[in-house]
């Protein structure tokens, strides 16, 4: 994950040249940036939302207001076109253990992935906390993998990050890449986040 610090330094710092005038960011705004950073939206993102709503107003009013943007800046970065989700979630009120059940009735003929997928499945029922099964599935999804899927994701995911590329500080750009990876991955196998 990003340092909180420079993160927070780097996106104050913008929004102070953006509005022409010093200041800090009020606990609002710091919370509404501190989600940004924990989701692992990187600045650049969020640098250039702000400087294309630099030209309304109401924008410029708090960081709070370029919310909406932000996400739909993000959801285009991880999908590759615009208004989309990056993976799929549950319906609603469904449970998303229901697609990993789901998922696991219908082996994919790939072993490592059934294996992972099964053995997940099983912790979780078995009291594992949500967020902690989450990660271990992003952490292992792309070793785990058919490799013709990999290779097609890998594929679509660059070619829909390409314009971000010389927008990003390389670092960014790997983790936003690795991460749009896995969230691609997870959306054409059915496997919506648990938390």
């Known amino acids: 994950m990003v340092d909180g610090k420079r993160y927070h330094r780097t996106i104050e710092g913008a929004w102070a040249r953006l509005r022409d005038r010093p200041g800090v960011l009020s606990p609002r705004e710091f919370e509404v940036v501190e989600g940004w950073r924990r989701r692992g ?29 932000v996400e739909k800046a ?32 219908q082996p994919s003929g790939h072993d490592p992935l059934d294996a992972l997928l099964a053995e997940l499945v099983r912790a979780s029922e078995g009291g594992i906390p949500a967020p902690a099964i989450d990660a271990r599935l992003d952490a292992e999804l792309p070793a785990a993998a058919p490799r013709a899927l990999l290779d097609e994701v890998d594929r679509t995911a660059a070619a829909a990050l390409a314009p971000f590329r010389g927008r990003m500080l390389r670092e960014e750009f790997d983790r936003t890449l690795a991460r749009a990876r896995v969230d691609r991955l997870r959306a054409a196998l059915g496997l919506p986040r648990l938390a």
């Not at 939206?41 to 943007?69: D, F, K, N």
């Open 74 to 105: 993000w959801s285009a970065v991880t999908t590759g076109r615009a208004g989309e989700a990056p993976a799929p979630g549950p319906a609603s009120g469904a449970d998303p253990r229901t697609a990993w059940r789901k998922a696991l009735a």
């Open 41 to 69: 939206i990187p600045t650049g993102v969020v640098l250039e939302v702000m400087r294309a709503q630099a030209r309304r107003a109401s924008a410029l009013r708090s960081l709070s207001y370029l919310g909406p943007a």
